[in-house]
Structures are given as C-alpha cells and as structure tokens.
Nanobody
Framework: QAQLTESGGGLVQAGGSLRLSCIASASIFSINSMGWHRQAPGKQRELVAVITSGGHVIYGDSVKGRATISRDNAKNTMVLQMNSLKPEDTGTYYC??????????????WGQGTLVTVSS
C-alpha cells in the first residue's frame, strides 16, 4: 500500500527542539519533492519546508532559520529538524511527497499527520 508514515511528534517546551521523520513506502517510486506542511487549529494549512530529489530546499517564512529539512533518496526517508520552537509552531504536521505508483501513476501523497504541541 502506498503511504507516507510520520513519526516524532509530541509535546515540547518552547525553546526546545523536535525531529520529525517521514518514510515513504517502497511502492512509491521516482519521488520528486518531499515536504512538510502543518495546520494549526483554526488556521489554514501552511508550508513548513520542501526538498526536491536534487536537494533544492524551500522553507516557509515562519520557520526560516529554525528548520532544517533533509532526505535520503535511496531510503525514501525525510527528516525535519526544528529548533527554538514557539507556541505558534503547534499544529499537525503532514509529510507530503510527489511520486509514482504502479496503480495510480504520478500524484501527491499525504501522510496521516503527527501532532506537535509546543507549551509556553
């Protein structure tokens, strides 16, 4: 089954750090971009960071300077490291990937999401 699986969310104190991981199932191949989006309660979903297969990275304005995204193309994995966390970083973080499957062709995949809560 083609899926993205996130891990690493939880409760963190303001000023702390977190590390989110995402792994794409082996049935997803030729992955181009992988990224993280988040959604806070009552707010629109926003981009956190995205990384292409070639290593080009884009960060959302709200996390620039505090986030680092990386990926291992051979293992279909991606990691987001965030430091100096703020209460406004609270939200559900979703892993995304643009890739292919035999059954569905090329499309965007989303994980189930992992909740991050930053306490003040």
């Amino acid at each position: 089954q083609a899926q993205l699986t996130e891990s690493g969310g939880g409760l963190v104190q303001a000023g702390g750090s977190l590390r989110l991981s995402c792994i794409a199932s082996a049935s997803i191949f030729s992955i181009n971009s992988m990224g993280w989006h988040r959604q806070a309660p009552g707010k629109q979903r926003e981009l956190v960071a995205v990384i292409t297969s070639g290593g080009h990275v884009i960060y959302g304005d709200s996390v620039k300077g505090r986030a680092t995204i990386s990926r291992d193309n051979a293992k279909n994995t991606m990691v987001l490291q965030m430091n100096s966390l703020k209460p406004e970083d609270t939200g559900t973080y979703y892993c995304t990937a643009d890739g292919n499957t035999v059954e569905e062709g090329y499309r965007e995949f989303w994980g189930q999401g992992t909740l991050v809560t930053v306490s003040s």
